[in-house]
């Protein structure tokens, strides 16, 4: 299996990650009193040229553009399992077949079919991810601005997570998907999407086939049936793609993509994996509104 370093997945694992018991517990011994929740958290972009920075998103354009947009527009997705001799299957496919041209974007099309919140319920700021876990500059975030956000403004309850799947590389991204939401029915999302990122190797190059998926899995020390049985079972598919669906909705078109919604439910929309900068100054700028 091939790292982007020669240390071990746990020692990748930001101790944040790790102290985070399960997504339902505060970020640590100080926010057990702020009502932490997690019971639901680059200059370039995948498949983009030339990145877009924030733009702010106002509701009625947005559910116009949606309707115009999804009059035309048939979305299918087919991920083929390739693989017959492994214990557990690959999720066979998932396919978004016609979308309803009436659907418009709501609050509900940001934060369902995500993971756990990652930070404090009442948080001004929620920032949403669509991500794939082989996109290359979704990696690149991951491993040059997350951490920053987490420090300065997650673990201080100013800014809460969620991750939502947009799948657009190939079958591994959507056997990762559904193996970190296996790994969320043991409360471990969040420790599961950080070993992912931090083994990251490339695109389609095999670092998140199924073999290496139970690895990380054991190395977190998950209830290995239980995570055979949800694997075996494509128990996330439908979650994924209606996570898909959902980014079609409110305008992704790459990864990684993101919303920042504040306490108003205002959006702004920053395309690509920006520098750490390009989020604090809109993290800023909406907490002295």
Not at 120 to 141: H, P, W
């Amino acid at each position: 299996m091939k790292t982007n370093s020669g240390s071990s997945s746990n020692d990748k694992i930001p101790s944040f990650f790790l102290n985070h018991n399960n997504n339902r517990e505060s970020l640590d011994s100080q926010e057990k009193n702020n009502d932490t929740d997690s019971s639901e958290t680059l200059s370039n972009q995948h498949a983009a040229k030339s990145p877009k920075l924030a733009s702010k998103i106002h509701w009625p354009s947005l559910g116009i553009g949606a309707g115009i947009a999804f009059a035309c527009i048939f979305c299918v997705i087919l991920m083929t399992n390739t693989i017959n001799t492994e214990p557990t299957q690959v999720l066979d496919e998932i396919i978004t077949s016609e979308i309803d041209t009436t659907k418009k974007a709501t609050l509900s099309s940001f934060i369902d079919n995500a993971s756990p919140f990652l930070g404090n319920r009442n948080a001004q700021i929620t920032l949403v991810e669509f991500g794939d876990y082989q996109c290359t500059f979704c990696s690149k975030f991951f491993l040059e601005t997350e951490k920053s956000i987490i420090t300065n403004y997650v673990k201080t309850g100013k800014v809460k997570l969620l991750f939502k799947d947009f799948i657009v590389v190939g079958g591994d991204s959507l056997n990762a998907a559904n193996a970190a939401h296996c790994a969320n029915d043991q409360k471990v999302f969040w420790q599961y999407h950080a070993i992912l990122y931090n083994n990251w190797a490339g695109e389609d190059t095999g670092w998140a086939n199924l073999e290496n998926l139970y690895e990380f899995a054991n190395k977190l020390g998950l209830d290995m049936d239980m995570f055979t049985e949800c694997m075996s079972k494509s128990k996330w598919k439908e979650l994924i793609r209606s996570s898909h669906i959902d980014g079609i909705t409110v305008g992704v078109t790459a990864t990684p993509t993101f919303f920042v919604i504040d306490q108003k439910n205002d959006v702004i929309k920053i395309t690509g994996a920006q520098p750490y900068d390009v989020f604090k100054q809109i993290f800023d700028s909406v907490l002295k509104e």
